[in-house]
């Protein structure tokens, strides 16, 4: 889904792409799409299947990638908001596939960047690449230094029994914003967190 804001906006449109985690919908990402399209952002929600990434990460992230390439040209630079797993594929394709050169801004949001031991509970392949120490974000964090340099936010709860421990929603590579919510799923709707990624956007021009 692509959401554009209202022709008569002065600001300077940012295109925004927002991944979705395991077991949702692009649309999980609406509410946080339209307050950015209020302020004057370009936002695409695309839904990654199969929801349980059942032929792993990679081939979200490859799906992704052909989203993208159908949706903006090809010398558009946009940002990437990732949630939970969709912050996971959101690495695999501007580390990995064709999205360095182009990924403006990077922001994770409850994303399991050292994994989680809650991944054990779920035995599709993407999901086993999410276990603590798997082959799949070792190769990951090792290539990490290999990328462009971008402002990258890590967005995490105090209180988040999908991410554990919850220190794995914070990367190395980012700044580390803490939203206290009650629950994992809920992060995605604090309006605290609309409201920093859309400053954090305003800051950044287009190129």
């Known amino acids: 889904m692509r959401c554009a804001p209202q022709p008569d906006f ?14 949702n919908r692009g649309g999980i ?40 390439s ?6 558009t630079r946009f940002a990437l908001v990732g949630f939970s ?4 594929v959101c690495r695999h394709y501007f580390q990995k596939l064709s999205g360095a050169q182009r990924v403006l801004a990077f922001y994770s949001i409850a ?18 690449q999410l276990r603590r120490g798997s082959r799949f974000l070792r190769e990951l964090n090792d ?4 990328m462009p340099s971008i402002p990258v936010t890590c967005y995490w709860t105090p209180i988040d029994l999908m991410i554990c421990p919850v ?16 629950m994992h799923s809920l992060l995605i709707f604090n309006k605290k967190l609309y409201v920093d990624i859309s ?6 021009s287009p190129k």
């Not at 914070?170 to 206290?180: D, F, L, N």
């Not at 400053?199 to 950044?204: C, K, P, T």
Request: aromatic fraction near 10%.
């Open 70 to 75: 159908q949706n903006l040209p090809a010398d």
């Open 85 to 88: 797993m969709g912050a996971i």
């Open 167 to 182: 220190s794995s929603a914070r990367w190395v590579k980012g700044e580390a914003v803490c939203i206290p919510t009650l």
């Open 199 to 204: 400053e954090r956007l305003s800051a950044i």
């Open 10 to 23: 002065n600001f300077c449109t940012m295109h925004v792409i927002l991944v979705h985690g395991f077991f």
């Open 111 to 128: 994303g399991p960047h050292e994994g989680t031991w809650t991944a054990y509970f779920y035995p599709s392949l993407g999901v086993r």
């Open 143 to 146: 290539s990490a230094n290999e």
């Open 29 to 68: 990402l609406g509410r946080l799409a339209a307050h950015l399209v209020r302020a004057g952002h370009t936002c695409y929600t695309p839904t990654l299947k199969p929801f349980d990434a059942r032929n792993g990460l990679p081939d979200l992230s490859t799906k992704l990638d052909e989203y993208i």
